[in-house]
Each structure stands twice: as C-alpha cells, then as structure tokens.
C-alpha cells in the first residue's frame, strides 16, 4: 500500500486571488508558503512555520518528491501551484483531492 501524505497550507500574496486567479496570485514577486500542516498516513498533524524559517523536514520533503507518494489535499491543483511557485514541480499525477 502506498503512503499518504495529507497537505493543507496557508500561503501570502499581494494579488488578490479572488480577482486575478489562480496563477497570477502565485505568480507575484511577493507570494510565499506560510505554514505547511500534513500528515503521514493515520500520524498526527503535524506543522511547519515556514513565515518563521522552520526548515522543512526531510521526511517531508523527501515524500513530496516521491511519486510513490500520494499527496492528499482539500485543492490539490492550488497546493501544486504554489509548491512549484517555489521550486517543487510535482507531477499532477502524483496529487489527489
């Protein structure tokens, strides 16, 4: 059985995405992740400050990685968008809503 990886994240930008979408949101010169929560498998939630400069753990980005990982959010394509908004191009086969 595959691992899951369940992906919820708060995010910054100063394009409002209500008005200009999706891409032009995380397009801007100023957006950035804020906080990450996941959670592996049935594991407790678990979360990173990224506004405060918590590393990510490798755990966590390893998995993000791995395609044999199924990464769970409530809006995968926004999650998908805004990773690889900072450098984290992951298949959208590899995404789930």
């Known amino acids: ?3 899951i990886l369940y992906i919820d ?3 910054y930008s100063s394009e409002p995405i209500k008005e200009v979408g999706l891409f032009k949101y995380a397009a801007s010169s100023d957006f ?3 906080l990450i929560g996941y959670a592996f498998n049935a594991e407790p939630i678990q979360i990173i400050d990224c506004a405060s400069g918590e590393e990510w753990p490798e755990r966590f980005e390893t998995a ?3 395609p044999d990982v199924i990464k ?3 809006n995968a394509m926004f999650e ?3 990773f690889k908004r900072v450098g984290y191009d992951i298949p959208s086969t590899d995404w789930t809503c």
Do not use: G, P
């Open 1 to 3: 059985m595959k691992d």
């Open 9 to 11: 994240i708060e995010t």
């Open 32 to 34: 950035e992740i804020l």
């Open 72 to 74: 769970v959010a409530h």
């Open 80 to 82: 998908r968008t805004c």
């Open 64 to 66: 993000l990685l791995d």
